[in-house]
């Protein structure tokens, strides 16, 4: 299993990745939204996190970065990605291509990896 190595100035976690939905960007500070509820502040950069990322997470805005294999519902019309009924996100249109081709794409998988 791989893990997310994140530090702040009275914690260090080491996030499995498995467990993150989202990693968001606020105010100069990144959240990592885990599935259990507990979300990690930092501050480190979204350019720099997106480099030590699986490809099933996926950039849908200059601020956030989603876990493919945790959404819930993409709506392609409303330019949302749902991940549970208390986390959504706005899709960038300049994204949008790239979102899809990530999608597609983890479906692929996801059908070759059950045969």
């Known amino acids: 299993m791989k893990y997310l190595f994140l530090k702040n100035e009275t914690e ?14 606020k105010d100069y500070y990144l959240s990592c939204h885990t599935v259990c509820g507990r979300d990690f502040s930092c501050s480190r950069v979204l350019n720099e996190i997106e480099g030590e990322l699986p490809a099933h997470f996926v950039r849908i805005n200059r601020n956030t970065i989603v876990n493919l294999r945790k959404v819930q519902l993409v709506n ?19 994204r949008m291509k ?3 081709n990530a999608i597609n794409e983890y479906e692929s998988d996801r059908h070759d990896f059950g045969r």
């Open 12 to 25: 260090a976690a080491n996030i499995p990745m498995d467990t993150i939905l989202s990693l968001e960007v």
């Open 76 to 94: 392609f019309k409303e330019r949302t990605v749902y991940m549970n009924e208390n986390l959504a996100y706005q899709m960038a249109i300049r």
């Open 98 to 100: 790239t979102i899809r």
